[in-house]
Every structure is written in C-alpha cells, then in structure tokens.
C-alpha cells in the first residue's frame, strides 16, 4: 500500500510558477513510475507528465511540454512537477499517481495509488 500526499498548489499569475510536490509513503517507492494528472471543472482527468522508476525517462503532454519538468528523489520518496510560465488553461487539481507494476502510462487506469489532489488557479 502506498499513500501519496501532494503540495504546493496555490493561486499565481499567469507567467508565473509553482512547483508540486507528491511525498510517498513506503520503502518501494524508487520502484514505481510516477505520473502527474490533472483534471479542470468539468472535464476528464487527463495526463500532465510521468516519470521512470529511476528518473532516467520522462514524458510529457504536449500541452505541457517545454513548461513543465517532472522529477524524482527516491533518497525522499518524493515526487516534483516544476511548472513554469503558467496559463490560466493550466487551472486544475493536480493529481500525483503511481504505477506499481509498469513503466507508467499516460492512462489513469495504468496508476493504482492517487493522492488527494492539489488546487492550481492561474489567473490572466
């Protein structure tokens, strides 16, 4: 069982930048590929970026890519999403979610453990 705790969401300006973090519990943490979902009023829960067990590969939405970076300390079970030059499309509850078994993928039904989301307002 692992249980995913995120943080880091607030209101910013477009432009602007947070970064998320997802702290994980467990020792088989290193061995998940991890993955960053979000999910806007009224829409589908939709795929931000995943990341490898070991860090080594990374992928991206396109609608992301070149904004944000995802990256992972196994030292701290802990997950980061760096995102940058904000766009108020970008306004959602951020999901993190892990992979116990696969590479990850860029479907929510590949990820068994979700954590409980952080709210992200990017105001124009």
């Known amino acids: 069982q692992v249980q995913l705790v995120e943080s880091g969401g607030g209101l910013v300006q477009a432009g602007g930048s947070l970064r998320l973090s997802c702290a994980a519990s467990g020792r088989t943490f290193r061995s998940y590929a991890m993955g960053w979902f979000r999910q806007a009023p009224g829409k589908e829960r939709e795929f931000v970026a995943r990341?490898?067990?070991?860090?080594?590969?990374?992928y991206y939405a396109d609608s992301v890519k070149g904004r944000f970076t995802i990256s992972r300390d196994n030292a701290k079970n802990t997950v980061y999403l760096q995102m940058n030059s904000l766009k108020p499309d970008d306004t959602a509850v951020y999901y993190c979610?892990?992979?116990?078994?696969?590479?990850?993928?860029?479907?929510?039904?590949?990820?068994?453990?979700w954590g409980q989301g952080t709210q992200v307002t990017v105001s124009s």
């Open positions: 990341i490898s067990w070991g860090g080594a590969s990374t």
């Open positions: 979610a892990a992979d116990p078994r696969g590479p990850g993928a860029d479907t929510t039904g590949a990820y068994d453990y």
